[in-house]
């Protein structure tokens, strides 16, 4: 079953000067089955954001198609993990994590029950009455993993989430988010300028071109799951796929 349908999808914006527009996104199609894991990689500026919000309704579409299948009235349709911010400062590890649950008007009891089963599954179980400040950047994603998942919405929509963190941090994020997303079933649209970590988390790459974006390829990522992030890298499928990302990258780069 199509999660999202995207047909024809246009985002334009007007532009800053109020002269004329910028388009962000031109003519995008594609669709995402239900309990699938894509990674939307592309160049800076090419609309993956604009797309993100736009699937997750807090951007209008100027043209085109987008539909959000629901299945499950009871849970929220998207949850947004938004670029370079995971958690609220001023509040604990557990009010993170519960705000969402809270937001969605869940028993007081239930809130904290959830909220410390994701903790533990994130393994901050000694940090929860912690605040941000007092963790690393390392565990604070870890907090905004939790939050996501905890809020259990059908689709999770992920904005370079780990774009800040260093290599080996990251590798073990990736390896959180994998354990998180195959005990959860979530359907994932997750942002990255990292083709390592597309291919290590993906079941298919959308990789889109220089503004105005438009999907160039569509790859489906035949690597066998449960993947580790190191081993993989041995497997020949990843390299013959990185050479291949890599190539339509750099001609939209350069
Ligand atoms: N609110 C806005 N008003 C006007 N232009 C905007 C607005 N938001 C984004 N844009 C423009 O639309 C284009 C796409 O922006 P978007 O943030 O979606 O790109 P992106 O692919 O997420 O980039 P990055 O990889 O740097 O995060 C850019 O040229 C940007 O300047
Ligand atoms: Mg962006």
């Not at 800053?16 to 995008?28: H, K, L, M, T, Y």
């Not at 239900?34 to 939307?40: I, K, T």
């Not at 579409?61 to 299948?69: P, T, Y």
Request: hydrophobic share 45%; glycine share 8%; proline share 4%.
């Amino acid at each position: 079953m199509s999660k999202i349908v995207a047909d024809k999808v246009t985002i334009r914006y007007a532009d800053r000067s109020g002269v004329g527009e910028v388009i962000a996104v031109q003519d995008v199609s594609f669709s995402v089955a239900e309990g699938e894991f894509v990674c939307l990689v592309g160049p800076s500026g090419c609309g993956k954001t604009s797309l993100l919000r736009a699937i997750a309704g807090l951007q209008p579409i100027s043209s085109g198609a987008l539909q959000v299948q629901r299945s499950d009235d009871k849970r929220p349709a998207t949850a947004m993990v938004f670029q370079g911010a995971a958690v609220f400062p001023w509040m604990t590890v557990l009010e993170n994590v519960s705000y969402g649950l809270r937001t969605r008007g869940l028993p007081y009891a239930q809130q904290i029950a959830i909220a410390h089963e994701w903790i533990a599954r994130v393994k901050l179980e000694r940090f929860a009455e912690a605040y941000p400040y007092q963790l690393s950047g390392g565990m604070q994603q870890r907090v905004g993993l939790a939050r996501a998942f905890a809020y259990n919405a059908e689709i999770l929509l992920m904005d370079e989430p780990f774009g800040a963190l260093d290599a080996q941090t990251r590798l073990i994020l990736q390896d959180t988010l994998l354990e998180l997303w195959q005990a959860s079933g979530n359907t994932i649209i997750f942002v990255t300028h990292s083709i390592d970590e597309a291919l290590t988390l993906a079941d298919r790459l959308l990789i889109m071109s220089a503004r105005p974006g438009r999907i160039l390829s569509d790859e489906r990522v035949q690597l066998p799951r449960p993947r580790e992030a190191v081993a993989l890298r041995s497997d020949p499928h990843y390299g013959e796929l990185f050479g291949k990302v890599w190539s339509l990258l750099r001609a939209q780069v350069a």
